[in-house]
């Protein structure tokens, strides 16, 4: 569990977010999803390249899926219900 | 709504490229946390969920190969058949991402009970996202992520959408699908 000033964090950017239009968090918020997203992709290209890379990022890969179905499963069992750990669906 | 390409994140662009896509062949909603991220959430993410309506298996593999020609490609198959009827009818996900990267992915279902058809009966282009895509309404992304998600980041999503909206949600919507949430999906 985070500590309180978290979710006053939270709380503040989302204050600001109302205040102000897209066109200015947008400039903030950007960098951030981007770059992990680009980050991550040239990690696995570069691991790509490696000896054995290609077969460890399809372990990850799996590694993945199984843990997403490992969640659902929980949930089913919880909830008699099963796939909503990650969406709405 | 026009599309800038220098205010879209990669997010954006990806999600907007899938639709493009998609709607083409069924009705979609997008739901859960790229909701809140499209809202300026300010958090990271790799998936992107979008609920399809549940089309047959001959409409699913004209889609799959559109999304192909279109430079995706599903991380579970490569057969279409294989991906419907092994997971989309078993009500399991499938993720597709753009070929040859490994994130970011759609998180793809179809919808399975009354809650998914009425979350795309009452999907929602939302003005502030600036985005071109359906949404699920904020009442039901708050409801789910209050009822039935309840993970830090999934109550940290829902405040933020509360904040953002704290003069235009329906409360008793609220309340309405929640208890639907119970009903279907707790009970």
Known sequence: MRDRTHKEQVIRWAEYVKKHPRSVWIKEVKPLIDSQIIMANNFYERHAKTEGGIERIRNLREIKNKSSSVKRKIMKSNTDCADDADAHG | ?187
Do not use: W
């Not at chain 2, 859960?32 to 958090?43: E, L, P, Q, T």
């Not at chain 2, 997971?87 to 919808?111: D, N, Q």
């Open chain 2, 1 to 187: 709504m026009s599309r800038e390409v220098k205010d879209r994140t990669i997010l954006d662009t990806f999600a907007e490229d899938f639709v493009d896509v998609v709607e083409k062949h069924a009705k979609y909603v997008i739901v859960s946390g790229f909701v809140a991220i499209a809202h300026g959430r300010s958090r990271g993410t790799e998936v992107v969920d979008i609920i399809i309506e549940r089309i047959n298996k001959d409409a699913f593999i004209k889609m799959h190969n559109d999304l192909l020609l279109a430079g995706f490609e599903c991380i579970q198959s490569e057969y279409p058949k294989v991906i419907y009827e092994d997971y989309l009818t078993e009500k399991t996900s499938v993720r597709y991402v753009r070929k040859g990267h490994f994130i970011p992915e759609m998180e793809l279902k179809l919808a399975k009970d009354e809650l998914d058809d009425y979350q795309i009966r009452t999907r929602k282009k939302l003005p502030l996202t600036g985005l071109d895509l359906y949404f699920s309404s904020i009442e039901m992304n708050i409801a789910f992520k209050e009822e039935l998600l309840r993970s830090e980041k999934d109550m940290e999503d829902a405040e933020h959408l509360r904040i953002i909206y704290s003069d235009m949600l329906d409360e008793n919507e609220l309340i309405r699908i929640k208890a639907e949430i119970r009903r279907l999906r707790l009970s």
